[in-house]
């Protein structure tokens, strides 16, 4: 059975699957990130949120055995991810999401986390990469969210293959084990960016589109949900039920396409900028 979303495109009935992004979880953010960040008690509700609404956590390693044909997903999966490595996530928000039992994956901006690194993410409290390993060990898979946090669509190719490849063996070191998940800063990326994401051998890449994903999306462009702090818990639902934005997979809209020329133009007078 397929049903047409009232927002444009044919999707099969059910299969909107809600991917959450979160960023940091507190209550006296830094002010460039304070429109991505929630405090504890509202992250609290949309929690209990995830757990009332009926759907099945998963990590994004199960949507990555779904795109491979390893194994289905199980019957409305929900994803749960945070990026960047914020000081709260392997303390208070990783313990709220063990204690309702729920998984999710963490994208670690490197440059960021690692003492003496360098990033182009402004000052904020980080985790340290350390930590990694606790997050692991409270249910949290860790993907790489780049070195920099660079606009990856504006780079070099040197560049870009730096960003990709030393983020990833950077967490592997860490980890003892391999890392098959990225995100894109800021969600961008190109049809470049998406190649080689998969030569630098990750299985899945998440970009943001502020959408719903599906059983039909692209595995190097899996679209997320950008959770903002004016965000209610109603909209939380709203998205659980699979309704209140637009469902993934869709073309990229001309703006968005003019948009990454400019971007790039702008890179190439002032050289790589933060994405966000």
């Known amino acids: 059975m397929r049903t047409t ?21 507190m209550d006296d953010p830094p002010d460039w990130i304070a429109e991505f960040t929630v405090g504890p008690r509202e992250f609290a509700a949309h929690l209990d949120a995830v757990v009332d609404s009926g759907r099945t956590p998963v990590t994004i390693s199960a949507v990555a055995d779904h795109f491979a044909g390893r194994a289905p997903l199980p019957p409305r999966p929900v994803v749960l991810t945070f990026d960047d490595g914020f000081a709260d996530l392997p303390g208070p928000t990783a313990e709220a999401l063990a ?29 340290t990469l350390d930590r990694a390993a606790v997050l692991e060990a409270a249910g949290m898979e860790v993907g790489s969210h780049t070195v920099t946090h660079a606009q990856l669509d504006t780079l070099r190719a040197e560049d870009l293959a730096y ?15 391999p890392v098959r998940h990225l995100a894109y800063p800021h ?21 943001v589109r502020h959408a719903l994903s599906s059983h039909r999306d692209e595995r190097y462009r899996i679209a997320r949900l950008i959770v903002r702090r004016g965000h209610t818990v109603a909209d939380v639902r709203a998205w659980l039920a699979g309704e209140g934005a637009r469902v993934a997979p869709y073309p990229d809209a001309p703006r968005t396409i003019a ?18």
């Open 5 to 25: 979303d009232h927002r444009g495109g044919d999707t099969p009935a059910g299969g909107a699957v809600p991917v959450f992004l979160y960023h940091a979880v």
């Open 187 to 207: 969600g961008y990326n190109s049809p470049r960016v998406r190649a080689m994401s998969a030569r630098a051998g990750y299985e899945t890449a998440t970009a």
């Open 99 to 127: 204690d309702r039992g729920l998984p999710a994956t963490a994208y670690l901006t490197t440059g960021a986390v690692t003492p003496g690194g360098r990033s182009l993410l402004p000052p904020a409290p980080m985790m």
């Open 163 to 177: 960003e990709l490849r030393t983020s990833k063996a950077v967490l592997e070191d860490a980890l003892g084990h």
């Open 259 to 276: 948009w990454r020329w400019y971007r790039r133009g702008r890179a190439l007078l002032r050289g790589p900028e933060f994405a966000g």
